[in-house]
């Protein structure tokens, strides 16, 4: 059974770094785009970051372009989001997703993990 699991959320002080992992597991995600969203309470799903199949190029959101790092191991079935210099305005749910292109959509994934919540304190 296809899956999607994140870790690597936590509670930080503005400034920090975190790095969240998206594992999959039971399909072929190697083959897919993969990206990362997130959700802040009351809001909607916003795009955060996203990576073709092949590892390359990388997409972002302005917000968090130039602080964040997409990227995904070389059996691309594990995908990691490196964040720098947070903010808490990038206090969220975050979420992995996997499909067909690495489009800034939420509606453009089809698999999803349950979320890893990232606080970061001012």
């Known amino acids: 059974q296809e899956s999607l699991v994140e870790s690597g959320g936590g509670l930080v002080q503005a400034g920090d770094s975190l790095r969240l992992s998206c594992v999959g597991s039971?399909?072929?995600?190697?083959?897919?785009?993969m990206g990362w969203f997130r959700q802040a309470p009351e809001k909607e799903r916003e795009f955060v970051a996203a990576i073709t199949w092949a590892g390359s190029p990388t997409f972002y959101a302005d917000s968090v372009k130039g602080r964040f790092t997409i990227s995904r191991d070389k059996a691309k079935t594990t995908m990691y989001l490196q964040m720098n210099s947070l903010k808490p305005e990038d206090t969220a749910l975050y979420y992995c997703g996997a499909g067909l292109n690495p489009v800034p959509r939420a509606e453009g994934y089809t698999y999803w993990g349950q979320g890893t919540q990232v606080t970061v304190s001012s």
């Open positions: 039971g399909r072929t995600f190697s083959t897919k785009a």
